[in-house]
T-cell receptor, first 117, second 113 residues
Framework: GAVVSQHPSRVICKSGTSVKIECRSLDFQATTMFWYRQFPKQSLMLMAT?????????EQGVEKDKFLINHASLTLSTLTVTSAHPEDSSFYICSARTSGRAAGEQYFGPGTRLTVT | GESVGLHLPTLSVQEGDNSIINCAYS??????FIWYKQESGKGPQFIIDIRSNMDKRQGQRVTVLLNKTVKHLSLQIAATQPGDSAVYFC????????????FGKGTSLLVTP
């Protein structure tokens, strides 16, 4: 089956530093990747949609200069949280799909737990 | 579905009983619906999906019902097992405006022996 990995699985960083999270599709080409954020006991909230080779489309309220998304290849997207603050502490999850496939054929990574101290 | 909330509703069932988890969705243009299971500290896991032109779909031990009139979705789990304990989310897609998932609030299912 389709596998999506994320790295790191957990990261702790100091306030003001930047953190990069990688999302990889291991056995398929991901034309589109999505980044979600999930706070404790809440649902997943879409942050941005990333198409390979294009600029990401951000959801309302998500600062594109703070959450930098790069989707440079068909198997890798990165999310960089710049100048992280404690309120950015969250569970970040990516998903990936291939164009032309059924809507439900979207595969999630295991998530990255970010803690900003 | 409405995806803002500070607390997850909780459903507690006894092992072997059937579980019914409900979800209200918001976008009448959504044409695809999916149920996910999420265990603590993990990403969502696909359970079952249904297109908007259907009102029922069955899988192994699970059934999804869709009522477009009232924009309601339900997940039925037969003979619930301890391993079913998790948070369950419904998600909707409007494939005409991209394939991003709009997640519902989620329900925490606790299966007791």
């Amino acid at each position: 089956g389709a596998v999506v990995s994320q790295h790191p699985s957990r990261v702790i960083c100091k306030s003001g530093t930047s953190v990069k999270i990688e999302c990889r599709s291991l056995d398929f080409q991901a034309t589109t990747m999505f980044w979600y954020r999930q706070f404790p006991k809440q649902s997943l909230m879409l942050m941005a949609t990333s198409n390979e080779g294009s600029k990401a489309t951000y959801e309302q309220g998500v600062e594109k200069d703070k959450f930098l998304i790069n989707h440079a290849s068909l198997t890798l997207s990165t999310l960089t949280v710049t100048s992280a603050h404690p309120e950015d502490s969250s569970f970040y999850i990516c998903s990936a799909r291939t164009s032309g496939r059924a809507a439900g054929e979207q595969y999630f990574g295991p998530g990255t737990r970010l803690t900003v101290t | 579905g409405e995806s803002v909330g500070l607390h997850l509703p909780t459903l507690s069932v006894q092992e072997g009983d059937n579980s019914i988890i409900n979800c209200a969705y918001s976008n009448s243009a959504s044409d695809y619906f999916i149920w996910y299971k999420q265990e603590s500290g993990k990403g969502p896991q696909f359970i079952i999906d249904i297109r908007s032109n259907m009102d029922k779909r069955q899988g192994q031990r699970v059934t999804v019902l869709l009522n477009k009139t009232v924009k309601h979705l339900s997940l039925q789990i037969a003979a619930t097992q301890p391993g079913d304990s998790a948070v369950y989310f419904c998600a909707e897609i409007n494939s005409n405006s991209g394939y991003a998932l709009n997640f519902g609030k989620g329900t925490s299912l606790l299966v007791t022996p």
